[in-house]
């Protein structure tokens, strides 16, 4: 493994770019996924029909179309976008649609009854969400959260087709430059299942101080 | 006033505080409330009773809109719930016109619904502090003072799945109270309790009735306490009102045969048998 440890340097530059194009897409993809997951429960008969079109469509096409779409769709129309922007706006629509789904289903879980006490204390829509719903919604939803967000990390190795900036590109380069793929690919193989463990054991931790909190 | 010391005439009854005119609510074809009329004062405590299927909880809902009406008009203190008048139609009332008007009136449920992830004065000040804009400091004094009124002034830390059914329902009671509500709706509160902590509850609303004259309605099968408590009881069938009148005479002489038969329906003791309750909460858990 010695040949991977003398490239280190370059490795960490594509780690690096791995690591932020993680974690914009998950702070995207969970903001934009929670507006629609909200929007598909309380949003009025239009925005519930395009939404339901809009999740079930991400949710039924092969990722890397997406990302091919965003990628070359728009230069046609004089739209450039820079290949982090295209693999981040494709990886953050993927994840918004699965990540509404998980806020739809957190929310159903809860008894219509706490909507019912929060409306007649007379609290506005936006209070009721965030004051009552949500954190009670929120340890419900922390499991699926958490494979969602180990599922983006791995799904940010498909930047390499669009971008050839992150770590699985730096990987290949170095490989294919000093010939040890065997090498280069046990290394990534060890660096994205240390990343997905680590994400994947927080959020079972966080689950269970979440389930601490609510006390039930 | 031969009467006066009957149930049903104990309050200074003052200016009229609900309205309900006309009331018609539809689930899709079902037509659950068929003309509603019904005034209740400042003051009043009425209990609303009746089979279930009946409308009367759906009324309830529709005191507080958690149910939209279709056609009639509810108004509370003189302000319309749910709609806004525009030259005698009614239009949907903005989301924070409806939630300012329902902050006027406060709801107890069946099912207790405190918020389980707050403890129960946060369950009491919560309303006070978010609608009302009271400080936390008044609003945990206030609490604990409602807390205490209810008997669980030692509890106020304690989350409602550490309390018995019956301190959840009297916690639900304080924080319907801490919205200084100026109506009450009583939704089945006791239905849902096992039968030896119903009276602690009903214990509670007497008090809230006869000490504070707080104004009440109360969809109720506790016949005892309707007739003890209610200063008019309301009799509701198939999505109408019946009869209506002072408590002891609405259920010593029922007038109508529809009262008559569910009147006869009550066991000795004056409540539904308690399988009834019990069989209410095992199907919906």
Avoid at chain 1, 18 to 33: D, N, S, Y
Avoid at chain 1, 46 to 55: G, H
Avoid at chain 2, 137 to 145: D, H, N, P, S, V
């Amino acid at each position: 493994m010695d040949v991977v440890w003398e490239n280190r340097a370059l490795l960490w530059i594509g780690l690096k770019y791995t690591f932020k194009l993680f974690a914009v897409v998950v702070v995207l993809g969970t903001v934009l996924g929670t507006l629609f997951g909200i929007g598909l429960l309380y949003g009025n008969k239009v925005i519930r029909a395009v939404l339901r079109a809009y999740v079930d469509v991400l949710r039924g096409i092969p990722l890397i179309v997406t990302i091919f779409l965003v990628f070359y769709g728009p230069v046609a129309y004089g739209v450039d976008l820079s290949p982090f922007q295209s693999i981040v706006m494709a990886l953050s629509v993927f994840s918004a649609a699965h990540m509404a789904e998980i806020v739809r289903g957190g929310i159903s879980s809860i008894p219509a009854g706490q909507m019912d006490a929060a409306k007649s204390l007379g609290l506005t829509f936006r209070q009721r969400i965030l004051g009552v719903i949500m954190p009670q919604a929120a340890p419900i939803m922390m499991g699926p959260w958490t494979n969602l967000a180990v599922d983006i990390f791995k799904s940010t190795s498909l930047a390499i087709l669009v971008s050839q900036a992150d770590f699985l590109f730096s990987v290949q380069k170095r490989a294919t430059a000093k010939g040890h793929y065997m090498e280069f690919y046990i290394a990534a193989i060890i660096v994205y299942f240390t990343c997905c463990f680590v994400i994947s054991r927080a959020g079972a931790w966080a689950t269970r101080r979440m389930r601490v909190g609510i006390a039930s | 006033m031969a009467d006066t010391k009957v149930a049903g005439t104990h309050h200074q009854l003052g200016s009229t505080m609900v309205q309900i005119q006309n009331v018609h609510k539809y689930y899709g074809s079902l037509h659950v409330l068929r003309g509603v009329d019904l005034d209740v004062r400042s003051g009043e405590v009425v209990c609303v009773i009746g089979p279930s299927g009946s409308g009367k909880t759906t009324l309830l809902r529709c005191i507080n809109f958690l149910e939209t009406y279709q056609e009639g008009r509810i108004l509370v203190d003189g302000d319309l719930v749910g709609y806004r008048d525009r030259n005698g139609k009614l239009v949907p009332a903005r989301e924070s016109e409806i939630a300012r008007v329902r902050a006027e009136t406060a709801m107890v449920f069946q099912q207790f619904n405190l918020f389980p992830h707050m403890t129960a004065l946060r369950n009491v000040t919560f309303g006070p502090t978010k609608v009302r804009g009271v400080s936390k400091a008044i609003a945990e004094k206030r609490g604990l003072e409602l807390l205490d009124r209810v008997g669980l002034s030692d509890k106020a830390k304690s989350y409602p799945n550490q309390l018995s059914g019956g301190q959840q329902q009297r916690v639900a009671i304080a924080r319907a109270l801490a919205m200084e509500p100026k109506v009450m709706l009583f939704d089945e509160v006791t239905s849902a309790l096992d039968p030896e902590l119903v009276g602690e509850v009903l214990a509670v609303m007497r008090d809230l009735a006869e000490r504070e004259r707080v104004t009440m309605i109360v969809v109720t099968h506790e016949m005892q306490f309707a007739r003890e408590v209610a200063d008019r009881v309301v009799f509701m069938d198939d999505g109408v009102i019946v009869e209506e009148g002072p408590a002891a005479n609405l259920i010593s002489n029922p007038q109508s045969d529809r009262l008559r038969s569910f009147l006869s329906r009550f066991a000795d003791s004056g409540h539904l048998t308690r399988s009834q309750g019990a069989d209410q909460l095992s199907a919906k858990s």
